[in-house]
């Protein structure tokens, strides 16, 4: 069966500070992967999707970038984070299959930044 | 007008109740919906998922479609107070090419507490 997994589960950080998530996910070969943003009472925002190994596709402009250096390996990345940046972060994954659109999502992670 | 609207809520029931919660959209090519679930500090699990209108039951749980009303419904029966969660409605378009990574349109999530 197919696990995806995410850390670290929650952190804090001061604001300008460097920030990397990391995500992965096993038993499955070349699947989609997503990240996505959830602000308190609100419903998830696609910030990055990718469809391979160096594929990285924005949805929206900010103050982030996303990652693909292996098969099954997505990162979210910032330089210098912003207040505005606080959430909880989720990756997802779907199969690679033309029709198929079921997204299954990570334990997240929460972010703070102070 | 947001493209995917969803009463916020909070919803709150007894336990056993039938629970009805809602989505309604705006863009008419949607054609995949989902529903996930999402407890307090958790990534959302997808429960149900149907292709353009009708019906689907699994278990406790069924789902709606009506896309000459742009209307999408989660019913549960004889709720329990392991049902409370916040609910979430999502779609999809069907992408150029019949391709694969549909980017998902999620509505706001409805909090439903089921109390014993």
């Known amino acids: 069966s197919q696990t995806i997994h995410q850390w670290p589960a929650t952190l804090v950080q001061p604001v300008g500070s460097p920030l990397s998530l990391e995500c992965t996910v096993e038993g499955t070969s070349n699947p989609n992967l997503y990240w996505y943003r959830q602000a308190a009472g609100r419903g998830l925002q696609l910030l990055f999707y990718?469809?391979?190994?160096?594929?990285i596709s924005s949805e929206v402009p900010q103050n982030l970038s996303a990652s693909r250096p292996q098969d099954r390996q997505f990162i979210l990345s910032s330089k210098k984070l912003l207040l505005s940046d606080s959430g909880f972060y989720l990756c997802?994954?779907?199969?690679?299959?033309?029709?198929?659109?079921?997204?299954?999502f990570g334990p997240g992670t929460r972010l703070t930044v102070t | 007008q947001k493209e995917v609207e969803q009463d916020p809520g909070p919803l709150s029931v007894p336990e056993g109740a039938i629970v009805s919660l809602n989505c309604t959209y705006s863009n008419s090519a949607f054609q995949y919906f989902m529903w996930y679930r999402q407890y307090s500090r958790k990534g959302p699990e997808l429960l149900m998922y149907?292709?353009?209108?009708g019906n689907k039951e699994d278990g406790r749980f069924t789902a709606q479609v009506d896309k000459s009303s742009k209307y999408i419904s989660l019913f549960i029966r004889d709720s329990q107070p392991s049902d409370s969660a916040t609910y979430l409605c999502a779609m999809s378009e069907v992408t150029a090419g019949g391709t694969s990574y549909g980017k998902l349109t999620f509505g706001q999530g409805t909090i439903l507490t089921v109390h014993p």
């Open positions: 149907t292709y353009s209108s």
């Open positions: 990718s469809v391979g190994i160096g594929q």
């Open positions: 997802a994954w779907s199969v690679s299959i033309a029709g198929t659109y079921e997204q299954y």
